[in-house]
């Protein structure tokens, strides 16, 4: 049970350039969602999904597209990098089976430099 | 959703019970509360969900009055390992998660 994978965990793009960061969750979870961390700051929503060909903008959407074609991919592509798009992102998933417990698992972050 | 107010930073020593306090005076009747821990270059990770009174498992006690305006993650003696960015969110069922700058947990031995 891997949980979360995120790939790739670096990279390094030129300003213009696009790219995919890939998400992928094995534990059958409906939710799905990408934050954006700064330094010093809490993670920023960036679009998230409630279940496969299901998507919404969060707080921060802007330069950033996702589409969830299945149910264990989730990936953000970053349409034409921009340096204000260096940050980490992290991906997340939570299963809404109406129990309790709402925690969601977080993936281990892609580090992205955007020069 | 509710907005969450929780200190910047708490030192402790090595063996202390360290208790974070998060306000959440507009929490609506849906909403839980939930706490994550975050370490440098990784991802938060969940400790401890609750409703209202109290909560407890492995890793930490919540403690939440009737009136649920705040709760209190309790960590009991904490380690060095413990040191890292605890958040406080409040969400509901499908609500998504709007995180906060959270509090620094700084562990000295």
């Known amino acids: 049970n891997a949980g979360v994978t995120q790939t790739p965990k670096f990279q390094v793009l030129k300003t213009g350039q696009s790219m995919t960061l890939q998400c992928a969750q094995d534990?059958?979870?409906?939710?799905m969602s990408w934050y954006r961390q700064d330094p010093g700051m809490g993670l920023r929503l960036i679009h998230y999904?409630?279940?496969?060909?299901?998507?919404d903008q969060g707080e921060v959407p802007n330069g950033y597209n996702v589409s969830r074609s299945t149910t264990e991919d989730f990936p953000l592509r970053l349409l034409s990098a921009a340096p204000s798009q260096t940050s980490v992102y992290f991906c997340?998933?939570?299963?809404?089976?109406?129990?309790?417990?709402?925690?969601?698992?977080f993936g281990s972050g892609t580090r992205l430099t955007v020069v | 959703l509710a907005k969450t107010t929780q200190p910047i930073s708490m030192d402790s020593y090595e063996g202390q019970e360290v208790n974070i306090t998060c306000s959440h005076n507009?929490?609506?009747?849906?909403?839980?509360i939930t706490w994550y821990q975050q370490f440098p270059s990784q991802g938060p990770r969940f400790i401890i969900q609750?409703?209202?009174t109290k909560v407890t498992n492995e890793v930490a006690s919540l403690f939440i009055p009737a009136d649920r305006k705040s709760s209190t993650l309790s960590l009991p003696r904490v380690s060095l390992s413990d040191t890292a960015v605890y958040y406080c969110?409040?969400?509901?069922?499908?609500?998504?998660?709007?995180f906060g700058k959270g509090t620094m947990l700084l562990v000295s031995p």
């Open positions: 997340a998933s939570s299963s809404h089976t109406g129990t309790e417990n709402y925690g969601y698992t």
């Open positions: 534990m059958n979870h409906e939710y």
């Open positions: 999904s409630v279940g496969a060909g299901i998507t």
């Open positions: 507009n929490i609506a009747t849906n909403d839980y």
């Open positions: 609750g409703y209202k």
């Open positions: 969110l409040v969400s509901s069922y499908y609500s998504t998660l709007t």
